[in-house]
């Protein structure tokens, strides 16, 4: 991992606000800080234990390290200078600046909270791992993997000719001709998803879509026409998908835990909202509705997969 000096300056600045938010309140103290001195800069000194806690946020290669020390050591020094020029000129009381620090230090120590609750948590155990393998043959001993033809066009240019053509085209090199002779810009790609990668709904609508089937997947300001180009097998094993299942059922448990935390502090605290604000109404619970292949409309063009 290669640290560009350039691109470490430029963070600089937002660091040196972070660095005001230590000292908010003893703004020019000249306590000297803990660990031996590196450098001193205008009489204020960098020392290792801050260019320790820089190379281990960093997560610089073992390789790289002694390369990542000088770069990082000059990171440091360009910060305390622009820390020094701040309080010199009092931009550290700029209420704008305040304002930027108190939300800083809040979700620094909001966050420090939540790995302490959270970030104990075990490993989960071989037998959760197969059995989180068994019950999800689809990502793993099922697993398909989809090829297919894209053209990217902007959803604004996705006028009910273009969906005509769809409906009317055999193949998507018929939609691009058509695309080419009423000047409408657009990309050509194509790509490989496996069922694993993609939401279980969309999976099971491409499974149940014939080979060269068109259909069209809007995406915000751009929206995607494709052709299924093929389907097939693509099946992993439970020795190569442990450590994602591991790694993804470890943010399922913390992710639960840091919920359940919050719920606890929710019901625990007093909160009021003022101002005209008011709590958020939950919403009744209802049964998901089944999804079929006629979610998909029956002409392609106009359908769409949303």
Same mark, same amino acid.
């Given at each position: 991992?290669?640290?560009?000096?350039?691109?470490?300056?430029?963070?600089?600045?937002?660091?040196?606000?972070?660095?005001?938010?230590?000292?908010?309140?003893?703004?020019?103290?000249?306590?000297k800080k803990p660990g031996q001195a590196l450098a001193s800069v205008n009489g204020e000194e960098i020392?290792?234990?801050?260019?320790?806690?820089?190379?281990?946020?960093?997560?610089?290669?073992?390789?790289?390290?002694?390369?990542?020390?000088?770069?990082?050591l000059e990171a440091l020094i360009d910060r305390q200078l622009l820390e020094n020029e701040a309080v010199?000129?009092?931009? +550290?009381?700029?209420?704008? #600046?305040?304002? %930027?620090?108190?939300? &800083? !230090?809040? @979700?620094?120590?909001?966050? *420090?909270?939540?790995?302490?609750?959270?970030?104990?948590?075990?490993?989960?155990?071989?037998?959760?791992?197969?059995?989180?393998?068994?019950?999800?043959?689809?990502?793993?001993?099922?697993?398909?993997?989809?090829?297919?033809?894209?053209?990217?066009?902007?959803?604004? +240019?996705?006028?009910?000719? #273009?969906?005509? %053509?769809?409906?009317? &085209? !055999?193949? @998507?090199?018929?939609?691009? *001709?058509?695309?080419?002779?009423?000047?409408?810009?657009?990309?050509?790609?194509?790509?490989?998803?496996?069922?694993?990668?993609?939401?279980?709904?969309?999976?099971?609508?491409l499974l149940s879509l014939p080979k060269g089937q068109l259909f069209i997947i809007r995406e915000g300001?751009?929206?995607?026409?494709?052709?299924?180009?093929?389907?097939?097998?693509?099946?992993?094993?439970?020795?190569?998908? *442990?450590?994602?299942?591991?790694?993804?059922?470890?943010?399922?448990?913390?992710?639960?835990?840091?919920?359940?935390?919050?719920?606890?502090?929710?019901?625990?605290?007093?909160?009021?909202?003022?101002?005209?604000?008011?709590?958020?109404?939950?919403?009744?619970?209802?049964?998901?509705?089944?999804?079929?292949?006629?979610?998909?409309?029956?002409?392609?063009?106009?359908?769409?997969?949303?």
């Open positions: 991992m290669k640290i560009n000096k350039k691109v470490a300056g430029k963070q600089a600045v937002c660091a040196a606000m972070i660095l005001l938010a230590a000292g908010l309140t003893a703004c020019g103290s000249k306590d020392t290792v234990l801050q260019l320790n806690e820089e190379m281990q946020r960093s997560g610089v290669q073992a390789a790289q390290q002694d390369a990542a020390r000088k770069q990082l010199k000129e009092k931009v +550290d009381r700029d209420p704008q #600046v305040l304002q %930027a620090i108190e939300r &800083a !230090k809040a @979700l620094i120590v909001a966050q *420090a909270y939540m790995q302490k609750r959270v970030g104990a948590m075990a490993k989960p155990s071989a037998q959760e791992v197969e059995t989180y393998f068994k019950e999800n043959p689809v990502f793993f001993t099922q697993r398909k993997q989809f090829d297919m033809l894209e053209l990217v066009v902007a959803t604004s +240019d996705m006028s009910e000719g #273009v969906k005509a %053509a769809m409906d009317a &085209a !055999k193949s @998507l090199d018929e939609v691009a *001709a058509w695309l080419d002779a009423h000047k409408i810009k657009y990309a050509r790609t194509q790509l490989s998803r496996s069922s694993a990668e993609l939401p279980p709904e969309l999976s099971a609508k300001e751009r929206s995607l026409l494709i052709s299924i180009a093929g389907i097939k097998d693509n099946p992993v094993t439970l020795e190569t998908a *442990a450590p994602q299942i591991e790694r993804f059922l470890m943010e399922k448990k913390s992710k639960a835990a840091a919920d359940a935390e919050l719920a606890r502090l929710r019901a625990a605290g007093k909160i009021e909202y003022l101002g005209g604000m008011t709590a958020p109404v939950k919403p009744a619970s209802a049964p998901a509705a089944a999804l079929t292949p006629a979610d998909i409309a029956n002409q392609r063009g106009a359908a769409g997969l949303k």
